[in-house]
């Protein structure tokens, strides 16, 4: 501490800090200044030392002596030891040898090349039992012509028995008749004239009055075999007439009479109704 008194440097610091707040870093430093270059020279040389010593342990702990051989040994030797095969030896494939065609008596049928001088050979009859070939072989073997006998065709002689007819499919009931399959039509319970006067009755025109337009439309519908309509339709230019009378045909009661087929049995068939009405 005397000596920190005794100092120039410290006995500066102490005036050039008077009257301040000597707990500031800079005053700290300034005063542990002298302390902290010297550690940081011992550091740095002890830092420089541990690099310099680093690559001589590392040396020292390497190994590079060269290997010796000895030379006063005898080489080794080694006995190959014959082993026995124990595959399959290959099978001797015998030679095909060609086959002398048989000795059959045949006429040569070759036909001659037309030349200029051509000499015309002597005529030869053909015998019977010999066939046509290349070369001529008359003293050869007969040839046995083949005296197959194509086997008669089978005539048919219409049916072993009575006549059985096909089975008869009938209808699941989803077909609607045409009109050629009918032998009465369908109709209305109280009448054509009693349902015509309902859709007059029931048809809302208060939409359409004051037109002065007559409008028309086909209702088309099907009237099923128990006596229901459904898949009601209308073919008219407007539309608005068209929905008009789908509704009116689908709020009428009552019950309609099926179609009839030719078997008298009650079928599903197309029932067609025109409207037409003038608005004024």
Do not use: C
């Not at 080794?76 to 494939?93: A, M, S």
């Not at 019977?128 to 290349?134: E, F, I």
């Not at 068209?242 to 599903?268: C, F, H, L, Y």
């Amino acid at each position: 501490m005397k000596y920190l008194q005794n100092n120039q440097e410290f006995r500066f610091n102490e005036v050039l800090f008077e009257h301040r707040n000597k707990a500031y870093g800079a005053y700290a430093l300034r005063n542990e200044s002298d302390r902290i270059l010297t550690k940081s020279l011992f550091v740095g040389v002890g830092l420089l030392a541990a690099i310099s010593i680093t690559p001589l342990i590392i040396s020292a702990f390497r190994s590079d002596a060269p290997v010796e051989i000895p030379t006063d040994v005898p080489p080794t030797v080694f006995i190959l030891k014959k082993v026995e095969r124990t595959d399959t030896p290959p099978v001797k494939v015998d030679v095909v040898k060609p086959v002398s065609p048989p000795n059959t008596k045949q006429y040569n049928s070759s036909v001659v090349t037309p030349k200029r001088d051509a000499v015309e050979p002597a005529k030869q009859d053909k015998p019977d039992d010999a066939v046509p070939g290349l070369i001529n072989n008359l003293k050869g073997e007969p040839v046995t012509p083949h005296s197959s006998t194509p086997a008669p065709p089978t005539i048919g002689t219409g049916h072993p028995g009575p006549y059985v007819a096909p089975p008869v499919i009938k209808d699941a009931g989803n077909t609607i008749a045409s009109p050629g399959e009918l032998s009465q039509e369908a109709s209305y319970g109280g009448g054509i004239d009693s349902f015509r006067k309902k859709v007059m009755d029931n048809f809302d025109g208060s939409g359409f009055e004051g037109s002065g337009d007559t409008m028309k439309t086909v209702i088309t519908f099907v009237v099923e075999k128990d006596g229901t309509i459904s898949g009601i339709k209308a073919n008219g230019s407007d539309a608005s007439f068209n929905n008009e009378a789908i509704r009116t045909i689908k709020s009428i009661r009552g019950a309609w009479k099926p179609a009839k087929n030719k078997q008298g049995e009650p079928v599903r068939s197309y029932f067609k109704f025109p409207v037409s009405m003038r608005f004024e």
